[in-house]
């Protein structure tokens, strides 16, 4: 079994930061891709950014945190980050970790998901 434990979260004000962690553990499990889904009250799970296994690796962001959140994933690319900056209250959400074999473009691609972490900016 395949466990993402997520960490960091919290409320910060509007053009402010906060970064998001999560580190994949269990039975050994090399996703290609990992990174952040986010869901607002009455809205889908959509994707925030995402970034595949490897020295090629691809990151890819929604166009609304372009600019403004950078995703990583460390050397052993089992743990990924979500640094987001200049935080608007439209980024109020609860942020989910995300983990899968293959290459991720929406919520049906993924194999894994982390329990979920609050996130919400005041204007």
């Known amino acids: 079994q395949v466990q993402l434990i997520q960490s960091g979260g919290g409320l910060v004000q509007a053009g402010g930061s906060l970064r998001l962690s999560c580190a994949a553990s269990g039975r050994t499990f090399r996703a290609f891709t990992m990174g952040w889904f986010r869901q607002a009250p009455g809205k889908e799970r959509e994707p925030v950014a995402l970034?595949?296994?490897?020295?090629?690796?691809?990151?890819s962001y929604a166009e609304s945190v372009k600019g403004r959140f950078t995703i990583s994933r460390d050397g052993a690319e089992s743990t990924v980050y979500l640094q987001m900056n200049n935080l608007k209250s439209e980024d109020t959400a609860v942020y989910y970790c995300a983990a899968a074999a293959r290459l991720v473009r929406e919520k049906k691609d993924v194999d894994y998901w982390g329990q979920g972490t609050q996130v919400t900016v005041s204007s």
């Open positions: 970034i595949t296994r490897g020295p090629g690796s691809m990151p």
